[in-house]
């Protein structure tokens, strides 16, 4: 049974590039959500996908933008790169309509230089 | 006030101890409530998640829920030197938002 898988694994941009990061969610699961976490913090919510619409978002700008497929895989976009957007990003899939317990990937760790 | 506030620590507890960890949460509204651990430079792995008031025991870890007081916790029995990580509480409010704290350290020391 697939778990959540993330690509790349790690990513060095410079500051005003685009990125995109990539998430597979884990077999049988239809929602993804996407979470910033920066050194010593949380994860942070920026958005959740279902049936290839954004469910939910949270307090990040429009630079942040996402995408889901037919196979419920899923991108995160982010354009205009700051300093600040260096980061751990995390990918979670869970089940809509179960006990939304998410399960997370591996991670994408992005430095802006 | 923070929706999801934990003590950053470190909680040092030695081998063997029990270890507990405490979470707070603003939004009256939360239906569930969830347990991550995180290793260093790892992502975060689901431990164990509650949704009624009251204690739910999984091995060795035993997760507390007081709705009325707004307030989880999680405690580790028999800690041992592997369960060195930070523990990050997560909350789904009634937005349908899963919020999470920003962990606490704990630290087993042989």
């Known amino acids: 049974d697939a778990g959540v898988t993330q690509s790349p694994t790690h990513l060095i941009k410079t500051r005003g590039q685009q990125v995109t990061l990539r998430c597979s969610p884990k077999?049988?699961?239809?929602?993804v959500s996407w979470y910033q976490q920066a050194l010593g913090q949380g994860p942070q919510f920026i958005f959740q996908y279902y049936e290839e619409e954004e469910r939910q978002r949270g307090n990040f700008p429009d630079r942040f933008s996402g995408h889901q497929f037919p196979n419920y895989s899923s991108e995160l976009n982010v354009n205009a790169l700051l300093l600040g957007d260096s980061a751990l990003y995390l990918c979670?899939?869970?089940?809509?309509?179960?006990?939304?317990?998410?399960?997370f990937g591996p991670g994408t760790r992005l430095t802006v230089l | 006030q923070k929706e999801v506030e934990q003590n950053s620590g470190p909680l040092s507890v030695p081998e063997g101890a029990i270890a507990s960890l405490n979470c707070t949460y603003s939004d009256r509204g939360s239906q569930s409530f969830f347990w991550y651990r995180q290793y260093s430079g790892k992502s975060p792995e689901l431990i164990m998640f509650i949704y009624s008031n009251g204690d739910k025991e999984d091995g060795r870890f035993t997760a507390q829920l007081n709705k009325a007081s707004q307030y989880v916790s999680l405690l580790i029995r028999d800690s041992q030197p592997s369960d060195s990580a930070t523990y990050l509480c997560?909350?789904?409010?009634?937005?349908?938002?899963?919020?999470f704290g920003t962990g606490t350290r704990l630290q087993v020391f042989p």
């Open positions: 077999s049988g699961h239809d929602t």
């Open positions: 979670a899939s869970s089940l809509a309509g179960g006990l939304d317990t998410q399960y």
């Open positions: 997560a909350v789904k409010q009634s937005t349908d938002k899963l919020i």
